[in-house]
């Protein structure tokens, strides 16, 4: 199934730009000041609100003060939940991010009751510099069993195909590029240029620079019968492309993307969403600001297995 009911969240606590990443993250601005964390906070705390409001479940694990992870706030990037009970942890480009990977947010995820039957820790390739940082960088379609992967410092390509191999996916390797200042740079992640739905996709196809890299992901979603919903780069850095599909308790579907993002959108791309589902949107400015990352990035999905009894 492409979308799952239950999203794990994590609460920050010291939430703030994080110079680290930002040395390949250029959507990243740095606006921090004493009131960073306290509006973070109130943007996550109103995400969940709305989120549960529509009967989606969600997970929320509270960050620790030490050590010091300012991007704990996006989970996506180290860890994913599978429907086979397999939890996967990521190498992560960013050495303050590597400590993300905390034992007690996997037991709080079971608390909730769901089974975890295999960890399978591929994390160790930090120590090569190789990097694949989980649904940041691989944009999966579980329906065809499709992997979609920008190579980036955050996507290995060697390390993404042996991933793809591993799990049984078809890998759909790419470069995508954004303006930066006066050049044109690697996009950082996979999941800020496209989404990919139930029964469409979302992507910014100016950004593939190369023709036949462009054209084989175009026909690579064609294939899969699911209507291609295109974004300017515009809409990309305002975030458009980072978006989650997903289900409530009653099986009602919605994409999820932050009101940046939102208000983004042509009225034509939104009523082409609104056609397969409700869309639900939140203020995320200053995490989307200061940590270049917006909704998709705060949402590591939960596929697991449910314990029995």
């Given at each position: ?21 930002a040395e390949n993250n250029y959507f990243q601005i740095n606006t ?278």
């Amino acid at each position: 199934m492409q979308t799952t009911d239950t999203v794990l969240m994590i609460e920050p606590i010291a939430f703030g730009y994080n110079e680290q990443t930002a040395e390949n993250n250029y959507f990243q601005i740095n606006t921090e000041n004493e009131n960073t964390q306290r509006k973070a906070l109130e943007e996550f705390q109103n995400f969940v609100s709305k989120l549960r409001e529509k009967g989606i479940n969600v997970i929320t694990v509270k960050d620790t003060l030490k050590p010091h992870t300012p991007d704990s706030i996006f989970p996506n990037n180290w860890v994913s939940f599978g429907s086979d009970g397999k939890v996967f942890l990521y190498p992560m480009f960013a050495p303050n991010r590597r400590d993300e990977r905390r034992p007690e947010i996997l037991e709080e995820v079971q608390s909730h009751g769901f089974q975890i039957k295999e960890i399978i820790d591929i994390s160790h390739t930090e120590a090569d510099g190789k990097f694949l940082e989980a649904t940041g960088s691989i944009i999966f379609d579980h329906d065809y069993k499709l992997a979609y992967g920008s190579v980036s410092l955050r996507l290995d390509k060697e390390l993404f195909m042996d991933f793809c191999q591993k799990i049984g996916y078809e890998p759909i390797v790419f470069h995508s590029f954004q303006n930066a200042g006066n050049e044109r740079l690697p996009i950082y992640h996979t999941n800020v240029m496209m989404c990919v739905a139930d029964r469409f996709v979302v992507i910014c196809l100016d950004s593939i620079d190369d023709e036949i890299e462009r054209e084989k992901v175009q026909e690579t979603i064609k294939r899969s019968g699911k209507e291609l919903i295109e974004i300017s780069e515009e809409q990309m850095q305002n975030f458009a492309g980072n978006m989650l599909q997903v289900h409530n308790s009653e099986g009602k579907k919605f994409l999820v993307m932050s009101e940046t993002a939102y208000y983004s959108l042509t009225q034509d791309q939104i009523d082409r969403i609104q056609s397969y589902c409700e869309i639900i949107y939140s203020n995320l400015s200053t995490i989307e600001t200061n940590g270049g990352g917006s909704a998709r990035c705060m949402l590591a999905e939960v596929f697991l297995p449910k314990t029995q009894g």
